[in-house]
């Protein structure tokens, strides 16, 4: 692995969040207040000067308590949330996995949502349109492809979500915890699916309170707490530092 470019590469990022002490009841009430600075806020650091590098073809595994920081750092690389300070560079295309039903609209049926989460992630229609029935057996929910979203169970949307992100192989796949929902058949499946890709080069950053799940699939970990990162080596290594906490 050359690590001389990493696809990867989170240097010194922090992410502050401002968390409101009252409740106001209109967004007009929450600006004029906000204009004349009458709102107090505590600042809530999520993370304080994370940094690490990914190379290409690596799978690395996030670990930590809930709090910890971990999904942020994922949104953070994923583009969806900017850093207070620092940055990150991602040098390839990126599908997140990182909330079930993100992306997603519920009163459209799965059917729709398959075109509307991929065109999120940037897949032409006509891409979608050639592999539509590999996205409906491998979610396994050929009878409810015309059923809106919003009468499916979690595992439900977690399928589909995994389905349409990984019809393509992307540079970098994030996952959050979404291998946790579903049975156990369909979690092994989606665990084949990641080893086919990572055998075909994709980068994979992974969340899961599983070490299992980790061990099986990482090779490489990073353990946070309260924002920080404690430490960064083999998954083995790692996780047994967590298991100890």
Known sequence: MDMKEPIVEVNDVSMMFRLYRENVDSLKEFLIKKIKRQIAYDEFWALKNVSFQ???GEAVGLVGKNGSGKSTLLKTIAGVLKPTTGNVLVRGTVAPMIELGAGFDMDLTAKENIFL???LLGYPKEMLEENMGRIIEFSELDQFMDVPIK???SGMIARLGFAVATIYTPDILIVDEILSVGDWQFQAKCHRRIQEMLEQGTTLLFVSHSMDQV???CSRA????????????????VCERYGEA
Do not use: C, P, T, Y
């Open 54 to 56: 990914v190379g290409r």
């Open 117 to 119: 989460n991929g065109a």
């Open 215 to 217: 061990k099986e699939v």
């Open 151 to 153: 009468n499916f169970s």
């Open 222 to 237: 990073i353990l946070l707490s309260h924002g920080q990162m404690l430490m960064d080596d083999a998954v083995e290594k």
